[in-house]
């Protein structure tokens, strides 16, 4: 998607108004998929503390890789607990179009989805602000879904086909690690909506690993803290400015899940050589006859694989906490 052309119809800066509580909450947070997800909670009247805390090994990208922003994960997440997997089971989820849709208004923004790319080399993260402020608004563009071009008709062609494979197989990739894990639908249905677009590396974009992405979350559900301090916040980015190391289980409340999130993805890395899908699978999702490859070649039986032992990992950190 990052290299498809963006057409967005509407050129002003997308929900400025809604910048004030992503402002409140970075300065009282001090990360971005946590001050992104409160913000949208804020504006939408919505108390969901568990979203918050689910959200806080995202900072830095998924499990502090460097790969997806902080400021497309968390709308995806809600997202999905907006629409889950609804529609026909052999036709494209709704949620495909919504994240197709907050991805293009985050581009048409920032020209990247990856973290490292918009933070740079910068101590202090001043280049994180814009992303944090407009990322509620993108998220509400995406809801009323009429500003921005739809799948187009090749790739929405390719996405069908391996998703039909997908239901017909009973497999989600984020969601088989939650199963592995002992969650269950009826008991915890938002859980499992909350990652739905976490399919293929998130949407089909072959980007970081959606069991890998399940794991952060269930590790951090469990484990995670929400910081609300700005004088915390104050103290992290001075340290951050100086060079000093910010990310200190103790500077903030935060930190931890990011630090745990991160350990997550060295053992996912070292097992499975990367923590990309499309590195992993070695399949491009929006290509026809890369789709025919993952299929014909059974590819699914490794990604069950993954999805197996990233639960099996993951129980074992909860274990040692």
Known sequence: MENQKINLKNNSSPGWRFYPYALANLIRMGHCAPTVMQSILDISLTK????????????????????????ITSPLVLLGTRFGLNG????????????????QGFLACQHTLQCREIRSNDHFPRHCIPPVLRS????????DGNHYDPIPPASRETYTRLYSHLVENNFHCAQSVLIHLGYTREENQEFFDATSAFMGGTLFMGLT?????AGVMAIILREGEIENSPLRVIRLLAIMTVGGYAFDDKINKFNR????????SKWFAKEFGSTQCQAITQCDFSDPASVDNYIEGNCMTRCKHISEQVAGRVQQMLAKS
Do not use: Q
């Open 257 to 264: 899940s990011m630090n745990r999130g991160y350990k997550l």
């Open 48 to 71: 969901k503390e568990w979203l918050v805390k689910l959200s806080a090994g995202m900072p830095g990208g998924i499990g502090n890789t460097g790969f997806e922003c902080g400021g």
């Open 136 to 143: 509620p608004g993108l998220f509400m563009h995406a809801l």
């Open 88 to 103: 026909d089971d052999h036709r494209l989820p709704v949620i495909f179009d919504k994240g197709y849709a907050l991805c």
């Open 209 to 213: 690993c959606s069991a890998f992405t």
